[in-house]
Nanobody, 113 residues
Framework: QVQLVESGGGLVQPGGSLRLSCAAS????????LAWFRQAPGKQRELVAR?????TTDYSDSVKGRFTVSRDKNTVYLQMNSLKPEDTAVYSC?????????WGKGTLVTVSS
């Protein structure tokens, strides 16, 4: 069982930056996929960024060049720069080990002036 707790969300002005963290209850090095998803009001959840086994990363086209996903032993990070109002959403952490998936409860990011 893996527990995930996100932090770092909040209100930021357009063009600003935030760093989200996802703390795991165990080591992340055996995980197959580490990812950040987001869900904006009235929209479907979408994949934002992920780290695959072997440390390969990929990003949605909407955040490429602005967001960076990284991790250490127990935490997954999402550095978000040049934030836009359309980045407003609840951001959730996701981990997959084999066929088992774990989700955090999410942290709200609001981009507004």
């Amino acid at each position: 069982q893996v527990q995930l707790v996100e932090s770092g969300g909040g209100l930021v002005q357009p063009g600003g930056s935030l760093r989200l963290s996802c703390a795991a209850s165990g080591s992340l090095f055996s995980m197959d996929v580490l990812a950040w998803f987001r869900q904006a009001p009235g929209k479907q959840r979408e994949l934002v960024a992920r780290i695959l086994s072997g440390s390969t990363t990929d990003y949605s086209d909407s955040v490429k060049g602005r967001f960076t996903v990284s991790r250490d032993k127990n935490t997954v990070y999402l550095q978000m720069n040049s934030l836009k109002p359309e980045d407003t959403a609840v951001y959730s952490c996701y981990v997959r080990v084999g066929v088992i998936t774990y989700w955090g409860k999410g942290t709200l990011v609001t981009v507004s002036s």
